[in-house]
């Protein structure tokens, strides 16, 4: 059975530019979580999906940042007018069901942007 | 403000020894804590976790102690192998939906 996968794995983009960022989670897993990672610190929560919809998107930056997952299972995540500040490395994760309490998440390798 | 703190950014051990990683957090709303191992490229790997109404978990070389008075963690890697050498992050979740709370990651680098 396949793992998290995510792509691209290297993103490079110019500031003010548009970019999406996909992951596809492990079949089955209805709980889909999104994470950023900046240089020398831990992941830190970006979003979480319940099935289709967006149960907590309360680590979202600010509005240029959005997600979907529109059919509950592979999600993007979208970035208009990038800034250098975006630069990153975007982890995905899913778990069998995030509506009980504590189930395991699987991370995917990570999507590493760049914003010049 | 930063709920989960690993206070070692790195830490070096001879193979064969005791490797201690810490951790400390500060909100006492979060009932499991987990670590993640993670290499470089990859994603973190779940490696062991600990519900907040025990004080210890042991998996083989791993076991991670909770202090809930002290607000502490740690994990325990004996004997500590090569192989062993990544960055370890420590996290925290509380409720439905688990959404994880990281520390910052120690290195763990141990030396044959």
């Known amino acids: 059975g396949a793992g998290v996968s995510q792509t691209p794995s290297n993103k490079v983009t110019e500031k003010g530019k548009y970019v999406e960022l996909r992951c596809d989670p492990i079949?089955?897993?209805?709980?889909l979580y999104w994470y950023r990672q900046s240089l020398g610190q831990g992941p830190e929560f970006l979003i979480y999906?319940?099935?289709?919809?967006?149960?907590?998107d309360s680590g979202l930056p600010n509005d240029r940042f959005f997600a979907v997952r529109p059919e509950g299972s592979v999600s993007t995540l979208k970035i208009q007018r990038t800034e250098r500040g975006d630069s990153a490395v975007y982890l995905c994760?899913?778990?069998?069901?995030?509506?009980?309490?504590?189930?395991?998440?699987?991370f995917g390798p990570g999507t590493r942007l760049t914003v010049l | 403000d930063q709920q989960v703190k690993q206070n070692s950014p790195s830490l070096s051990v001879q193979e064969g020894r005791i490797s201690i990683l810490n951790c400390d957090y500060t909100?006492?709303?979060?009932?499991?804590f987990l670590w993640y191992k993670k290499y470089p490229a990859e994603g973190p790997t779940f490696l062991i976790s600990?519900?907040?109404?025990?004080d210890k978990n042991e998996d083989g070389r791993f076991t991670v102690f909770l202090n809930k008075s002290a607000k502490h963690l740690s994990l325990h890697i004996v004997p500590s192998q090569p192989g062993d050498s990544a960055v370890y992050f420590c996290?925290?979740?509380f409720g439905s939906g688990s959404r994880l709370t990281f520390g910052e990651g120690t290195q763990l680098t141990v030396n044959p």
């Open positions: 994760a899913s778990s069998l069901d995030g509506s009980v309490s504590y189930n395991e998440q699987f």
């Open positions: 079949s089955g897993h209805t709980a």
């Open positions: 999906f319940q099935g289709t919809g967006a149960a907590d």
């Open positions: 909100n006492s709303m979060f009932d499991y």
């Open positions: 600990i519900s907040s109404i025990k």
């Open positions: 996290a925290a979740s």
